[in-house]
């Protein structure tokens, strides 16, 4: 007996650009590890919408000389289109107008990847101290912000859409911190596993539609923030064939572009740790 595929859910192609078509918006994609999962994403085809903070943001860690300039020069590069929008994504009003500005002039938003975040406190840097017993409550409200509200306000703002179109797919950047204690970035490692039970959640709500919502936490990865505000280990920074070492963003997009597309089109309120099997914790 033949078995046939579902309707809602588009099945997997053999078509050579499996984004073709779609339109993604990658937050805190100025740089870093988005900068790099909206390439990939660029690279299946997805139409793109680049994301930050502010026009300077990729400049931080010399990585591009503006938004607009990153976007200008993907777009001259691929067939897809390529567009920016910015706005702090811890102000409701902000979300909301990126979300329409995003949507006007690709279309809507089949693909959001929730990748702004980071430890960073009040001030603008690593909150210090940071442990379970002593913490600024001004920095736990500030990581909080960036990572777990800006994800949340992000779905609020895109979901309901891909509801009604009953297609989408949502992932969220954890970290390997959200699934084990944390004795020095106590806030941070609270954001990220309230992120995966928002994501949980979220699936949970979406389920009917189709539209899925998935988690990637990365172990730490090689990014040009990374590398510039910590002591790496020289052990650590290898390309050799061990996993006893830091990804690459690149290792963590391929992650990405397999919940983006249709591959994983059964696969919805799950945490895929992409951390080379450091999973001395439980999920
Ligand atoms: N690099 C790692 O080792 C690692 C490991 C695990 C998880 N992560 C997560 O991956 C993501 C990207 O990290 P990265 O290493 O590329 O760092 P990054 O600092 O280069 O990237 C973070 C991006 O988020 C943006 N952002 C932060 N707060 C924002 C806000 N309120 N509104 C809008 N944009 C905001 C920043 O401007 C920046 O572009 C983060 O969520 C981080 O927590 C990174």
């Known amino acids: 007996m033949a078995i046939s595929e579902p309707s809602g859910a588009s099945a997997a192609d053999n078509s ?54 990153l976007a200008e020069s993907m777009n001259d590069s691929s067939a897809a289109d390529v567009v920016a929008v910015v706005g702090d994504l811890t102000d409701e009003a902000a979300v909301k107008a990126l979300v329409a500005a995003a949507e006007n002039m690709l279309g809507p938003i089949s693909i959001l990847v929730n990748c702004a975040g980071g430890d960073v406190g009040a001030n603008g840097d690593k909150p210090s101290p940071a442990t379970p017993t002593n ?22 703002e895109v979901a309901p859409g891909m ?39 979220l699936a949970s709500e979406l389920r009917e539609s189709g539209v899925r919502a998935n988690v990637v936490s990365p172990g730490p990865t090689k990014t040009a923030r990374f590398m510039a505000t910590r002591e790496t280990d020289s052990k650590m920074d290898d390309s050799g064939p061990s996993l006893i070492r830091y990804a690459s963003p690149a290792e963590i997009a391929d992650a990405v572009s397999y919940f983006a597309g249709p591959d994983s089109r059964y696969i919805s309120g799950q945490v895929l740790l992409v951390d080379g099997g450091d999973g001395t914790y439980a999920c």
């Open 16 to 69: 050579a650009l499996p984004l073709e078509g779609q339109v993604a918006l990658v937050t805190g994609s100025g740089r870093g590890l988005g900068r790099t999962i909206a390439e990939k994403l660029l690279s299946l085809g997805a139409n793109v919408v680049l994301h930050d903070i502010n026009e300077e943001a990729p400049s931080r860690f010399g990585e591009a000389a503006s938004l607009s300039a």
């Open 135 to 156: 913490f600024k409550v001004d920095d736990v409200l500030a990581v909080l912000g960036r990572n777990l509200i800006g994800t949340m306000l992000m779905c609020r």
């Open 163 to 201: 509801v009604d179109r009953k297609c989408g797919s949502i992932l969220t950047i954890g970290s390997i911190l959200a699934h084990r204690g944390s004795t020095e970035e106590v806030g941070y490692a609270c954001a990220k596993a309230a992120v995966v039970h928002y994501t949980r959640s």
